[in-house]
Nanobody
Framework: VQLQASGGGLVQAGGSPRLSCIMS????????VGWFRQAPGKGREFVAF????????YYTDSVRGRFTIARDNAQNTAYLQMNSLKPEDTAVYYC????????????????????WGQGTQVTVSS
């Protein structure tokens, strides 16, 4: 099972890019998905989470109301729509997947996840 994240790049403050995360297998609907990010010189932090069905979503406080996580199970793809970007959103963004059978509820923790994508850089210029 592999994940591939894309959609990053150089964006002006206030911009609205959308990140995508594609899973290599059709079992995507059996996985919850999280997005994390790592800013220069900092550790990786939780950004957003969506359950396998899309019925529940969670966000870290700093992005709530600006970012939206979504998924299309038919396309094996999860998305992170980012709006009103700020320079402090600059980071490498990673998607990760957690099989339902392994889920312990700790969606904010890196160890919760079974599979990680390679990351996509988002740089926000002021």
């Amino acid at each position: 099972v592999q994940l591939q994240a894309s959609g990053g790049g150089l964006v002006q403050a206030g911009g609205s890019p959308r990140l995508s995360c594609i899973m290599s297998v059709r079992a995507f609907s059996r996985y919850h998905v999280g997005w994390f990010r790592q800013a220069p010189g900092k550790g990786r932090e939780f950004v957003a989470f969506i359950t396998w069905s899309g019925s529940n979503t969670y966000y870290t406080d700093s992005v709530r109301g600006r970012f939206t996580i979504a998924r299309d199970n038919a396309q094996n793809t999860a998305y992170l729509q980012m709006n009103s970007l700020k320079p402090e959103d600059t980071a490498v963004y990673y998607c990760a997947a957690d099989h339902q059978a392994h889920y312990s509820g700790r969606y904010q923790e890196e160890y919760e996840y079974d599979v990680w994508g390679q990351g996509t850089q988002v740089t926000v210029s002021s």
